[in-house]
């Protein structure tokens, strides 16, 4: 009987911690400024969307300027009339202060909340997520949509009685591959076919 019952309880563990794990809501979705496609996954923590991302062929967001800042809050901070926080791929896990895109893009524009990034409850806030609103954050000038640094947890606790503890929701960016190496590869495997059937 015990031979069944580890196996059994480690199935049951399993495929308890797979229905856990970070999985699409939505997408694709195209941001018609810059071409790549992004799609909302479940709550998970940093490390549980990132990988989720790099199954999907992406990494969690890459924001380079305003506008991408602006798409991503307007697009997915109240997807599904949820207010959410969101994931982005920015952190500073390897060094502390040093800021680091997951996709290994140079770190150039940030948008953070007043007195952020702080390290804060004592250190191990190493993951940025965007700001959701609707909190007691805004007395202290924080908006939706704005960064703030965050340890590796699949919950933001806004310390606010009327909005209590939310869900952080990872946004994936997947960047397709240039129309021309496409076009390319099927001049390639058109050759390649012609070559083999004798007709060049």
Known sequence: MKKFLIPTLAAIIG???QAMAA???TGPILNPANNHYYYLLSSDNWTGSQSQALSLGGNLVTINDAAENAWVASTFLNYGGITRDLWTGLNDAATEGTFVWANGEAFSYSNWEPGQ????FGG???YVHMYGGGTYHEASGWQAGGWNDFQDLSLYGTFD???GIRNIFGV???VPEPATSALLLAAGSLALWLRKHGKI
């Open 172 to 174: 994936v960016e997947v």
């Open 124 to 126: 191990g806030e190493n």
């Open 161 to 163: 009685p009327a909005n």
């Open 15 to 17: 495929c308890s911690l």
């Open 23 to 25: 999985s699409p809501l």
């Open 117 to 120: 990034p702080d390290n804060g």
